[in-house]
């Protein structure tokens, strides 16, 4: 359609826009939103003018401040915005969220009521600020709420029908009207319906170890604060019945407040409305610094179970205090953790205080006990047989650590600043209880490209690589795990092993675990064990984790001996430098694999007996005799000092909690692990390839390999043979360098033909 306007003559003539005009009261509007630390898109959108025009106005400031003080000499522009008190800033913040607020719950307002507001509201401030006019008076004039009605943006719209007024005659006519429509469709009472909307606060708990508080409030509100609510709606004029369905009280419990009305403000209003303190901006950099650290501790105790009271936190924090002292400039601070500073740290942190009985800190033994039988019954009702029976459990395990009485253990310690020794990842661990399928091992470390797994594949890792900043498994990490993994992987495995897919999953109940798993797969049943009772029936707790941990640290002690010997040797300590977390992630898969279907399916007598063997040695010798060759080889590497009990003492450490030195530590190289993730994003982008000459390479030395064999085995037919399994099992690589090889002669070949062209 053309735009353009047709001219007398009947010729056409583009429209020309409409130049916007700024006033000068509105410059000065902009640039004293800029000095208030607005950004420009956000002046923009307040003020209604492009981005662009707000730059160019903060660009010419000076100017036009130079020009409003002269206009205000001759022409009596007020220049009340720039000029406005603290108070008054607070004030009409607070009134805006007040308007809107009543907006959203349709409760019509006047402009007295507004006005009402606004003094009331003055006053609360003032009274609890720190200003020092104390002098300023307001009296919600018209004139005050017309500049008020243009900063806000406010504008006057009639309300009509059922939201400005019940109409009780209509309501009582109504039940005749419906009798006749009803009787003209033949309608029953079945095909009736009716639908109507509510609101629901549907993260809300009732409120005393401390846990952290995720509802999220606003500065000067209260998350739940009805006295407020009902006093509004009677200033409004409505009615006690409907002030109480609105927001859920007996009526006569709403005529009690309304009639205490001057006592309920005087404690209320004051930190409903005001709550103006600075401590947060007084805080020093060690003050924050100690509070994060503090706040991670105090979460880990509760992931697990480990009751918190309020003087073994004012314990910990000095001492997580003295350690970030050491690297301040203000030496002169101090801090005592008194009662003063931990309300302000556990407002600022959002704890709460949760009773914890007695029962949640002991272990159930006649609970544990009766298990079995319960599991049995459900067993028998569900028809599952032992290869549908699974069971995953979480371990730690610090990946990079080694005996205490080592030299190299001795060398870390003496070390300042971040120690690897303390970085640890968290593996989830099971399988069913045929002991003939294990599943493969998740990881959840607290980076996802850490530095030496750039450039691979992570998705080709012998385990499932997740992340998160605690390296803990969280209920979304483990739905994801559910959902991604476990149920395609035992629905192939039922499939494999022509058994109906019907699984029966048995969990504890670790915070990372969601109840509701079941509903994500209508093949897979999730029960969890009985509170307190975990470590007796956990079936991954009765061996098989400790006897994978101690394999892992065999792992690394047998590679420690290869790499020290030999014409390339290196020295120890070199070994564990390079030693990263690729090398521990393919430990982990080694370990793990050493697990056999015999020891996966022992563990399971202490809820199946049935899966009890009589011929099995048991875990604690199995355990010994892996400790006893940990020592051994320890003694080789030339750990003199090294006994079974430090290596015992090694593995039991992995289940322990971070001490304060070790959330500090974290802390710090988690930062620097942030930054140079940025530094090398570009690196992250680009996946490690073969190349020709690294395919030429393993393809020269099979060769040579292949040749020692043919000349070295007496038997033909044997040699032949692997000869042959050699070539078959190397296809694959074969199959990859020929394609290379093709896509590098056309890259080669295309530039010289279009050069002849």
């Known amino acids: 359609m053309d735009k353009r306007k047709k001219t007398s003559d009947g010729n056409t003539a583009s429209v020309k826009k409409k130049r916007l005009v700024i006033t000068l009261e509105q410059k000065c509007d902009v640039i004293e939103r800029h000095e208030r630390g607005h950004s420009n898109s956000k002046i923009g959108r307040d003020v209604g003018m492009p981005e662009s025009t707000v730059r160019n106005i903060i660009k010419h400031a000076g100017e036009i401040k130079e020009k409003g003080k002269v206009a205000s000499t001759f022409c009596g522009l007020q220049t009340t915005t720039r000029n406005r008190s603290v108070t008054m800033i607070e004030m009409e913040r607070l009134l805006a969220v007040w308007i809107d607020d009543c907006n959203k719950k349709c409760i019509p307002?006047?402009?007295?009521?507004?006005?009402?507001?606004?003094?009331?509201?003055?006053?609360?401030?003032?009274?609890?600020?720190?200003?020092?006019?104390?002098?300023?008076?307001?009296?919600?004039?018209?004139?005050?709420?017309?500049?008020?009605?243009?900063?806000?943006?406010?504008h006057h719209v009639k309300i009509t029908g059922e939201i400005a007024n019940a109409d009780e005659n209509m309501a009582a006519n109504y039940p005749d009207v419906l009798k006749k429509i009803i009787g003209e469709g033949g309608y029953t009472d079945q095909p009736i319906f009716n639908v109507g909307g509510t609101g629901l606060f549907w993260k809300?708990?009732?409120?005393?170890?401390?846990?952290?508080?995720?509802?999220?409030?606003?500065?000067?509100?209260?998350?739940?604060?009805?006295?407020?609510?009902?006093?509004?709606?009677?200033?409004?004029?409505?009615?006690?019945?409907?002030?109480?369905?609105?927001?859920?009280?007996?009526?006569?419990?709403?005529?009690?407040?309304?009639?205490?009305?001057?006592?309920?403000?005087?404690?209320?209003?004051?930190?409903?409305?005001?709550?103006?303190?600075?401590?947060?901006?007084?805080?020093?950099?060690?003050?924050?610094?100690?509070?994060?650290?503090?706040?991670?501790?105090?979460?880990?105790?509760?992931?697990?179970?480990?009751?918190?009271?309020?003087?073994?936190?004012?314990?910990?924090?000095?001492?997580?205090?003295?350690?970030?002292?050491e690297n301040e400039v203000d030496s002169e601070e101090t801090f005592t953790a008194n009662g003063s500073c931990f309300d302000p740290f556990k407002n600022q942190t959002q704890l709460h205080n949760v009773k914890i009985t007695e029962k949640t800190t002991t272990t159930d033994e006649d609970m544990a006990a009766k298990y079995p039988d319960v599991l049995k019954k459900i067993i028998e009702e569900g028809g599952y047989t032992d290869q549908q029976i699974f069971n995953v459990d979480e371990t730690g395990l610090f990946w990079k650590r080694m005996p205490s009485r080592t030299h190299i253990s001795k060398k870390e310690n003496i070390k300042p600043g971040f120690k690897v020794s303390r970085d640890r990842l968290t593996l989830l661990l099971g399988g069913n209880a045929e002991g003939d399928f294990k599943l493969k091992p998740m990881l959840v470390y607290w980076t996802q490209n850490p530095r030496a797994l750039r450039g691979y594949n992570l998705q080709s890792l012998p385990v499932l690589w997740r992340s998160n900043k605690?390296?803990?498994?969280?209920?979304?990490?483990?739905?994801?795990w559910f959902s991604s993994y476990f149920s395609p992987a035992v629905e192939k495995y039922c499939k494999d092993s022509n058994i109906a897919f019907k699984v029966l999953l048995i969990l504890d109940n670790a915070p990372g675990h969601p109840t509701t798993l079941s509903s994500l797969c209508e093949n897979i049943k999730v029960i969890f064990l009985p509170p307190?009772?975990?470590?007796?029936?956990?079936?991954?707790?009765?061996?098989?984790?400790?006897?994978?941990?101690?394999?892992?640290?065999?792992?690394?002690?047998?590679?420690?001996?290869?790499?020290?010997?030999?014409?390339?040797?290196?020295?120890?300590?070199?070994?564990?430098?390079?030693?990263?977390?690729?090398?521990a992630v393919e430990n982990i898969h080694h370990a793990w694999?050493?697990?056999?279907?015999?020891?996966?399916?022992?563990?399971?007598?202490?809820?199946?007996?049935?899966?009890?063997?009589?011929?099995?040695?048991?875990?604690?010798?199995?355990?010994?005799?892996?400790?006893?060759?940990?020592?051994?080889?320890?003694?080789?590497?030339?750990?003199?000092?090294?006994?079974?009990?430090?290596?015992?003492?090694?593995?039991d450490s992995h289940s322990e909690g971070l001490t304060t030195d070790d959330f500090l530590h974290l802390d710090q190289q988690r930062a620097f692990e942030d930054i140079d993730n940025d530094t090398e994003e570009a690196d992250n982008k680009q996946m490690k390839e073969f190349t020709l000459k690294?395919?030429?390479?393993?393809?020269?030395a099979l060769e040579v390999v292949k040749q020692k064999i043919m000349d070295a085995d007496p038997n033909v037919d044997r040699r032949i043979q692997i000869h042959q399994d050699v070539d078959k099992a190397l296809c694959t690589y074969q199959r990859m360098y020929e394609d290379l090889k093709k896509e590098k002669t056309i890259e080669s070949t295309l530039p010289k033909y279009f050069k002849q062209e």
């Open 593 to 651: 694999q050493q697990i056999t279907a015999n020891n996966m399916r022992e563990v399971w007598k202490c809820i199946l007996p049935h899966c009890a063997n009589s011929n099995f040695e048991g875990f604690p010798s199995m355990k010994q005799a892996v400790v006893e060759e940990i020592t051994n080889i320890g003694r080789k590497l030339g750990f003199d000092d090294l006994e079974s009990d430090n290596v015992l003492e090694l593995l």
């Open 204 to 325: 809300k708990i009732p409120f005393r170890t401390y846990i952290f508080k995720k509802e999220k409030t606003q500065p000067g509100f209260k998350v739940s604060n009805n006295h407020l609510t009902i006093f509004e709606q009677h200033e409004c004029g409505h009615s006690n019945s409907k002030t109480g369905q609105a927001v859920g009280m007996p009526e006569p419990m709403v005529q009690n407040i309304i009639k205490h009305t001057d006592e309920i403000k005087e404690k209320d209003s004051v930190p409903a409305f005001c709550g103006l303190q600075t401590t947060t901006r007084n805080r020093s950099v060690t003050m924050i610094e100690m509070e994060r650290p503090l706040a991670v501790w105090i979460e880990d105790c509760n992931n697990k179970h480990i009751p918190q009271n309020k003087a073994a936190m004012q314990t910990n924090a000095p001492t997580l205090f003295k350690v970030e002292k």
């Open 694 to 700: 690294e395919f030429e390479d393993i393809f020269q």
């Open 109 to 154: 307002l006047s402009r007295a009521a507004i006005q009402t507001k606004a003094s009331s509201l003055f006053k609360a401030v003032k009274e609890n600020g720190n200003e020092v006019d104390s002098e300023e008076t307001f009296s919600a004039s018209g004139g005050w709420f017309d500049r008020f009605k243009n900063r806000v943006h406010l």
């Open 532 to 583: 307190n009772a975990t470590s007796l029936l956990q079936p991954m707790d009765q061996g098989t984790i400790a006897t994978f941990k101690a394999y892992y640290l065999r792992k690394i002690f047998e590679q420690a001996v290869v790499k020290t010997i030999g014409d390339d040797a290196m020295s120890l300590t070199d070994f564990w430098e390079n030693y990263n977390i690729r090398d």
């Open 470 to 480: 605690k390296a803990w498994v969280t209920k979304a990490v483990f739905e994801d």
